[in-house]
């Protein structure tokens, strides 16, 4: 049974940054897949931030690819997200999560096993 | 600001089919896969539908997906008291090169 689980401070100073860690069990993260991170503003929609493969290969959204990064921890079997120079806007619900993805002609991108979410709130 | 439009809320008496509709664009539904996600409230989502209209293992075949040109719907048949979530539909875009998702329906059961 794949589960994840996100970890990280809860509470981020404005111009600060945001890291948080996916801790991935019952799944090798090398074995396959891409890992990504999506967030929800507090009574707002789901909003993708990025994915990685287990190559290291990288998805960025590109609203927010000039402050994001992601990348592999494989001795630890995590991923993390990282995400420079937060304003209030940033405060969310990060949730990391197994992307089976598949890039071709068609484009087959579905999350399939998901964590619980972390709050992350940005003060000022 | 979403490019896949969903309309905010659908209701129901438990029963009834509910139907929920995902508008979006040729770089995104009209040229890969659709997905479903449910939002119970306090929860994680999780995924309902893939691949346009696949049902993981455990989901109930009350629940079904479509897709036609740039469009795509969720069905609920037989709506129950326990389908009272949000609903998001998603799907890769190729002129963003990223995965976006839709505006999000809430789904309340009278």
């Known amino acids: 049974q794949v589960q994840l689980q996100e970890s990280g401070p809860g509470l981020v100073k404005a111009s600060e940054t945001l890291s948080l860690t996916c801790t991935v069990s019952g799944y090798s993260i090398t074995s396959g897949f891409f890992w990504g991170w999506i967030r929800q503003p507090p009574g707002k929609g789901l909003e993708w931030i990025g994915s990685?493969?287990?190559?290291?290969?990288?998805f960025y959204n590109p609203s927010l690819k000039s402050r994001v990064t992601i990348s592999l921890d494989t001795s630890m079997n995590q991923f993390s997200l990282t995400l420079t120079s937060v304003t209030a806007a940033d405060t969310a619900v990060y949730y990391c999560?197994?992307?089976?993805?598949?890039?071709?002609?068609?484009?087959?991108?579905?999350?399939?096993?998901w964590g619980q979410g972390t709050l992350v709130t940005v003060s000022s | 600001q979403s490019v896949l439009s969903q309309p905010p809320s659908a209701s129901g008496t438990p029963g009834q089919r509910v139907t929920i509709s995902c508008s979006g664009g040729?770089?995104?539904?009209?040229?890969?896969?659709v997905n479903w996600y449910q939002q119970l409230p306090g929860t994680a989502p999780k995924l309902l539908i893939y691949?346009?209209?696949q049902r993981p293992s455990g989901v109930p075949d009350r629940f079904s997906g479509s897709k036609s040109g740039t469009s795509a719907s969720l069905a609920i048949s037989g709506l129950q008291s326990e389908d009272e979530a949000d609903y998001y539909c998603?799907?890769?875009?190729?002129?963003?090169?990223?995965?976006?998702f839709g505006t999000g329906t809430k789904v309340t059961v009278l």
């Open positions: 998603a799907a890769w875009d190729d002129s963003l090169n990223g995965y976006v």
């Open positions: 691949t346009n209209n």
């Open positions: 990685i493969y287990h190559s290291g290969s990288t």
């Open positions: 999560a197994r992307d089976d993805f598949t890039f071709g002609v068609v484009v087959v991108s579905q999350f399939d096993y």
């Open positions: 040729s770089s995104n539904i009209g040229s890969n896969t």
